[in-house]
């Protein structure tokens, strides 16, 4: 295990920063930085920028200085790096930028919708997430482009959140029916959307409700990511939930994960079975095992 710390040579505020990560884990660099006494505001997903003037106090306290090539790998390497389309912060321009393509006009309620899917105690269901959605919605739709009330529902499905589940989802479809219907779309349209936003509660739409398992597997697609960038959602959902105790936190994410598991099918579009379901089950397989395995 090692913490890396590169060259400052990022300007910003009227000085050069360095980057420090670990090779390691998060939680090794979040225990680094609280004993150097660096501010929590200095991370960013995946590093924290330090200024010029503490590399050598954080070489001298065990950071190994190396250059940027040398910590671009090694974060890469550990599975930590977090990519651009995961950078919550880089999205706000690209969804703007859809959501004036899916209802223009609504630059307001947009706006409204990306706060909402920033607030500071998200660290899973954040912009990230939904921008996220909304491209595996373009991936799985025979199309490329899925109905606008399902590309609607993405935007709402999880606006409303607290990790209350069942209640999110429904004041979520409340929030839609009360914005879409001031924005002056169709109530069928509306009825629809907020059919779709409370689905998602189950992730069980019918064998006949084709709008029902766009969403649900769109939303379930981070299920099927690579290893590395399944065990960050894994995290980010952990960080969620900090306020609740590590067995308490166990028995309740198992629950979850043997729902999901036990889901028949897991994904419901012929599309989404082929990019995400055997990486998925094996994702879902191995978070389990751990999780019993510490029990």
Not at 33 to 57: C, G, N, Q
Not at 234 to 263: I, K, M, N, S, T
Request: charged share 25%; hydrophobic share 45%.
């Amino acid at each position: 295990m090692a913490i890396l710390i590169d060259t400052p040579m990022w300007p910003a505020h009227g000085t050069v920063f360095a980057h420090l990560v670990s090779d390691t884990s998060l939680a090794e660099l979040h225990a680094f930085a609280a004993a150097a006494e660096i501010p929590e505001r200095a991370f960013d997903e995946d590093h924290y920028d330090v200024p010029k003037r503490r590399h050598a106090e954080l070489v001298a306290l065990g950071a190994r200085s190396v250059d940027g090539r040398t910590l671009a790998r090694a974060l890469i390497a550990s599975g930590l790096r977090i990519p651009a389309r995961e950078r919550a912060k880089a999205l706000s321009v690209p969804l703007a930028e859809r959501w004036e393509r899916l209802l223009p006009g609504q630059a307001g309620l947009g706006r409204e919708l990306v706060d909402r899917w920033s607030e500071p105690h998200r660290r899973y269901h954040t912009p990230a997430h939904l921008f996220a959605v909304l491209d595996a919605l373009e991936r799985i739709a025979e199309s490329g482009e899925a109905p606008r009330a399902v590309v609607l529902a993405g935007w709402f499905h999880d606006a409303v959140y607290a990790g209350a589940a069942g209640r999110d989802e429904e004041e979520s479809a409340q929030l839609a029916e009360a914005r879409l219907a001031d924005a002056g779309l169709a109530r069928r349209e509306v009825a629809e959307v907020a059919r779709l936003v409370r689905l998602t509660a189950g992730h069980a739409p019918g064998t006949d409700d084709g709008a029902g398992q766009l969403l649900c597997d769109a939303d379930l697609a981070v299920l099927g990511r690579e290893p590395a960038g399944y065990r960050r959602y894994a995290a980010q959902v952990r960080e969620e939930y900090a306020h609740v105790p590590d067995e308490q936190f166990r028995a309740g994410r198992a629950r979850v994960l043997e729902h999901l598991l036990a889901l028949d099918p897991l994904f419901h579009t012929a599309r989404a079975q082929e990019l995400w379901l055997q990486s998925a089950r094996a994702n879902l397989r191995a978070e389990l095992a751990e999780l019993l395995a510490g029990a």
